[in-house]
């Protein structure tokens, strides 16, 4: 079961110690009203900065900044009671040095009160993983695919189809289970990989187009919802929203230009006028 009977939110290290246990179920969300309903079903919201695709309408992650993020973390906390809130850190906010990564990382948890950060990266990322979990900031990795390399990486790819590419992949999640990451998001890898490095590392791997050898599962909110126009072949569409929004809107705006909206029940009547004292 998914679910842990808790009254306190879930922790880092009680995600940690999920490790080949019961899959871990996680979902993104930037919005107070869909962090509530995720809430009780899943043990980790990722503020994920898709948020910069899915929200803005943006080509990809590389725009998204710190504030958005900051913004849209305090708007899930305010939403979520339980589950593990984890907010990305945004392209160029942690790269350069561990030090501008801790300043970072700092600011995002002492303005959203998360519980965790995300960022991208492996080997390169090992040296700044460390420095902040030896600081008190819990660190989710992210390997295999890395959105916010896509300029250099040339497009998204899945990673791993040839065993001739499995070795660098191995490193880097390897790199961060060493440097003390909590937990690796492994994102569009070829499933004997994903299982292999799930095997090899300590800490759980949370799959996203990674198959279900993964100690967990992450998927975007709006695309298992049917809310974006396109979605790569590992996404499930668990519910086909978009055509049921049209509905209601095409409804609504044929009601308001008939006049029959608001109807009775929608409008506020006079207070019943008191009598007069003779
Ligand atoms: O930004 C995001 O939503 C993510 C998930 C795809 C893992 O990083």
């Not at 919201?45 to 993020?69: C, N, R």
Request: charged share 20%; with cysteine; net charge neutral.
């Amino acid at each position: 079961m998914s679910i842990e009977p808790s009254s306190r939110r879930i922790s880092a290290p009680d995600i940690r110690a999920r490790k080949g246990g019961n899959p871990i179920v996680s979902l993104t969300s930037y919005h107070a009203h869909t962090a509530a309903l995720l809430d009780k079903h899943c043990d980790l919201i990722l503020v994920g900065d898709s948020l910069g695709m899915v929200m803005h309408g943006l080509e990809s992650t590389i725009p998204v900044t710190l504030d958005m993020m900051i913004l849209q973390g305090k708007a899930v906390m305010r939403g979520s009671s339980r589950a593990l809130v984890v907010v990305d850190m945004p392209f160029g906010s942690y790269e350069a040095s561990r030090e501008q990564a801790f300043g970072s990382a700092a600011r995002i948890m002492k303005e959203t009160g998360c519980g965790a950060i995300k960022l991208e990266g492996g080997r390169r990322m090992a040296d700044t993983i460390a420095f902040l979990v030896e600081r008190g900031i819990p660190v989710m990795a992210h390997v295999g695919l890395t959105p916010q390399s896509i300029n250099a990486l040339g497009g998204f790819r899945t990673q791993g189809r040839d065993p001739s590419d499995w070795e660098p992949i191995e490193q880097d999640a390897r790199a961060v289970a060493q440097a003390g990451a909590f937990a690796v998001v492994l994102e569009a890898i070829a499933e004997p990989l994903a299982a292999k490095i799930t095997r090899d590392i300590p800490i759980p791997t949370i799959g996203i187009g990674a198959s279900a050898a993964c100690d967990g599962q992450v998927l975007v909110l709006e695309d298992m919802l049917g809310l974006s126009p396109r979605v790569p072949k590992f996404v499930k569409r668990y519910s086909d929203l978009g055509p049921a929004i049209d509905r209601a809107v095409a409804a609504y705006a044929a009601e308001v230009r008939a006049r029959s909206f608001p109807a009775a029940d929608n409008v506020y009547e006079m207070k019943p006028r008191r009598a007069k004292a003779p």
